[in-house]
């Protein structure tokens, strides 16, 4: 029996394949690959408090999961080079696990992605509410997640000048988020989602310190 090529084992020969590959192929290894594997593995936390949502755990539920899709496409897209945006995708590699600004650049896109989640469940679930329909709540949700894959590229370049509006982003989303899930309503959900949001409150000071360079 043949041994395997060594080339099986090398990360740089495999993301080399991958980024040779054209059309739909191409797409769809970027949207599921990269894209649902990025968000599942930076998100888990807040994906998990939308069903823990009380009240409007339905909407929530609804908004989120469009949300999500609009993520994962818009990172397909965006990584292919075909979103209308003036500057380069940027992208997550392996590489740039082990240093201190690789794990930084994990941390900010791991804050964003959360917080433009939250945005996109919550907002999604009262527009449903105030419009009396349901199907307002995905529409909502998707759109939001794909304005906030549009404004990705450019919010997170370390850029003084858009450092306030990023840290805003952040900082609202987090506020919608506990508006939403209602962690303070102890006759209902789950009190672990207080800690959840607290640990975003947390990934958001570091993440505001380390663009704001202090």
Not at 13 to 30: I, K, N, P, Y
Not at 61 to 70: C, D, K, N, Q
Not at 79 to 104: E, H, K, V
């Amino acid at each position: 029996m043949s041994k395997p090529s060594s080339d099986a084992f090398n990360d740089e020969r495999v993301l080399q394949h991958r980024s040779e590959r054209t059309g739909w192929d191409r797409f769809l290894t970027d949207a599921i690959y990269y894209g649902l594997g990025q968000i599942i593995l930076l998100t888990f936390p807040i994906f998990w408090l939308l069903y823990q949502t009380p009240f409007i755990d339905i909407e929530a539920i609804a908004a989120g999961w469009a949300t999500l899709v609009a993520l994962v496409i818009g990172i397909g897209f965006g990584r292919g080079g075909r979103l209308p945006i003036n500057t380069s995708w940027p992208s997550l590699t392996n590489g740039m696990l082990g240093s201190a600004d690789g794990y930084r650049t994990y941390l900010s896109r791991a804050v964003y992605l959360s917080t433009t989640f939250m945005l996109g469940a919550y907002i999604g679930a009262y527009a449903a509410i105030w419009s009396g329909s349901l199907f307002v709540a995905p529409i909502v949700g998707g759109s939001i997640g794909l304005i906030a894959i549009l404004m990705l590229p450019t919010l997170l370049h370390e850029n003084s000048s858009i450092a306030v509006a990023r840290i805003g982003y952040n900082i609202v989303g987090l506020g919608v988020g506990i508006i939403g899930s209602s962690p303070f309503d102890i006759g209902v959900g789950d009190p672990t989602v207080g800690v959840v949001l607290l640990a975003v409150a947390i990934c958001i000071y570091l993440d505001a310190t380390y663009i704001l360079g202090t």
